[in-house]
């Protein structure tokens, strides 16, 4: 298996991975508030992944301008992380789960239109037509109601352009650092700003904390330690609009976990949609054409 086909396979198990933990993260809700939950789970993945970092650092002790790399790496995909997180709850207050949702996933369109307009990165037509079938795919999926803009719906559109700036952050540093690290401090970052707005706006209660554990453990563990240090370490071998594309695959992951664990229906629509993101998902995944040039006589 190639490096290639490596990286996509890590982001297609990282989607698994974070469709699944929105059935925790349901779950966890009933005991814990938002910004709490979001603290621990956060700081319980820097702790997992902080501990190899620090043991990889110490048997292969990294370059000075690696360590500035990783520093600033964590930072600012930290900040990413943080602030797309708290636009999106925020947002979740004023719009529904299903706008928030389709929302959000327009990172999917808003990777390769940032990549193009601030890194000049221009992908091939092939690849913005399979971004446009996610698109229609993700609407059939999570979009119920009519689709019309509302303040929920405009701090959501605000969350999706940090996801997307996360996502190209990844991709900048992931190549120059140490994954683990980069991945340790994103965590140490998101899990501060979060305890600073829990502090702020909620009252955490240790009781809270006892209650939401087992989905604390697993967001912060499974979830937060392992989805996205895979995505951080797969992101150094997949291109920025695939790793979208293919991380998108969360949702339909949520879809169904929510079908099997909680008996939650699907209707026509919504497998309607998933058929055609994984559609989209193959369209990108097909070899380029080799074009042979004949000689002439």
């Known amino acids: 298996m190639n490096k290639r086909a490596w990286g996509n396979l890590l982001l297609l198990l990282t989607a698994m991975i974070w469709g699944t933990a929105f059935v925790a993260q349901r779950v966890g809700m009933d005991a814990i508030e938002p910004f ?3 603290a621990a789970r956060m700081a319980l993945a820097a702790l997992a992944v902080g501990v190899p970092a620090l043991l990889r650092a110490k048997a292969h002790p990294p370059t000075a301008k690696e360590k500035k790399d990783t520093l600033l790496g964590g930072l600012c995909c930290g900040g990413f992380l943080a602030a797309a997180s708290l636009f999106q709850q925020v947002g979740l207050v004023y719009t529904t ?12 369109l808003l990777v390769p239109l940032l990549g193009a307009l601030v890194l000049g990165r221009w992908e ?17 999926l999570c979009v119920r109601e009519g689709l019309t803009l509302a303040k929920g719906d ?11 700036g996360h996502i190209l952050c990844c991709d900048r ?20 700003l979060s305890l600073v707005l829990a502090l702020l706006t909620e009252q955490p209660q ?13 967001c912060g563990l499974i979830s937060g330690g392992l989805g996205y240090t895979m995505q951080m370490v797969a992101q150094r071998y997949t291109e920025p609009t695939v790793a979208s594309l293919l991380m998108s695959l969360e949702s339909v992951f949520a879809a169904l976990s929510g079908a099997l664990l909680l008996h939650e229906h699907m209707s026509a629509r919504e497998l309607s949609g998933c058929v055609i993101l ?20």
């Not at 994984?278 to 006589?297: H, N, S, W």
């Open 154 to 164: 405009a701090l959501v559109c605000v969350c999706a352009v940090l996801y997307a």
């Open 173 to 192: 540093f992931s190549h120059q650092s140490d994954p683990i690290a980069l991945s340790a401090l994103q965590f140490a970052v998101t899990a501060l």
């Open 124 to 140: 091939k037509r092939r690849t913005w037509f399979a971004v446009a079938l996610g698109v229609a795919g993700m609407y059939l």
């Open 36 to 38: 709490t939950f979001n």
């Open 206 to 218: 240790l009781w809270q904390l006892r209650a939401a554990a087992v989905p604390i453990l697993y």
């Open 97 to 108: 789960a299903g706008k928030a949702g389709f929302l959000t996933a327009m990172y999917i």
């Open 278 to 297: 994984f559609a989209a998902i193959l369209l990108v995944q097909l070899p380029e054409r080799k074009r042979t040039r004949t000689a002439g006589l």
